[in-house]
T-cell receptor, first 113, second 112 residues
């Protein structure tokens, strides 16, 4: 079964400095890769999904996928204190004709003013 | 943006009691999901549904039942609640398996 690991567990950056989060997975045949954000006590908000090797940008959030390296990253440009949250990586896993998401444990990001 | 609501937002139950968590979505999505989130485990899929009348087992279905009486509503039922079911439960909906899942705000359940 697909295994998803995120690093680092926690990350502190200053406002305006690039934040980079990592996600590794065990099965490179997955179809899609998603990054979600969860503010404390809230539900999850999807930030970006990526299906092909390379880069996908959604506003200040950019995902990089390299299937050969079993790695997908999230880069947050000009992070703000309001970006402080837990960031979750989710990787699709095929089950018969359908697929489900396998989730990482998250990276806790703190952005200091 | 998809609207997914959950009720109650917080619940305290006693061991052996019956608990029903409700989820409603107003975007006509076919798929709905129930997850639980625990420290050290991440999100784990309990049950899911393809549409009204369908329920399927996820990765950790034991101790839980689900009901999808309509396109909009998906319930999670704990017939005999146990302390190990203390967790935060999230409902999500999505148009299809390959599409974005939209999450509700979560229900915090404490079983004493």
């Amino acid at each position: 079964q697909q295994k998803v690991q995120q690093s680092p567990e926690s990350l502190t950056v200053s406002e305006g400095a690039m934040a980079s989060l990592n996600c590794t997975f065990s099965d490179g045949t997955s179809d899609n890769f998603r990054w979600y954000r969860q503010h404390s006590g809230k539900g999850l908000e999807m930030l970006v999904s990526i299906f092909s090797d390379g880069e996908k940008e959604e506003g200040r959030f950019t995902a990089h996928l390299n299937r050969a390296s079993l790695h997908v990253s999230l880069h947050i440009r000009e992070p703000q204190p309001s970006d402080s949250a837990v960031y979750l990586c989710a990787v699709s896993h095929n089950v018969g004709d359908n697929s489900k998401l396998i989730w990482g444990l998250g990276t806790s990001l703190v952005v200091n003013p | 943006e998809a609207a997914v609501t959950q009720s109650p937002r917080n619940k305290v139950a006693v061991t052996g009691g019956k608990v029903t968590l409700s989820c409603n979505q107003t975007n006509n999505h076919n798929n709905m999901y129930w997850y639980r989130q625990d420290t050290g485990h991440g999100l784990r899929l309990i049950h899911y549904s393809y549409g009204a009348g369908s329920t399927e087992k996820g990765d950790i279905p034991d101790g839980y039942k689900a009901s999808r009486p309509s396109q909009e509503n998906f319930s999670l039922i704990l017939e005999l609640a146990t302390p190990s079911q203390t967790s935060v439960y999230f409902c999500a909906s999505g148009p299809d398996w390959e599409d974005t899942q939209y999450f509700g705000p979560g229900t915090r359940l404490l079983v004493l």
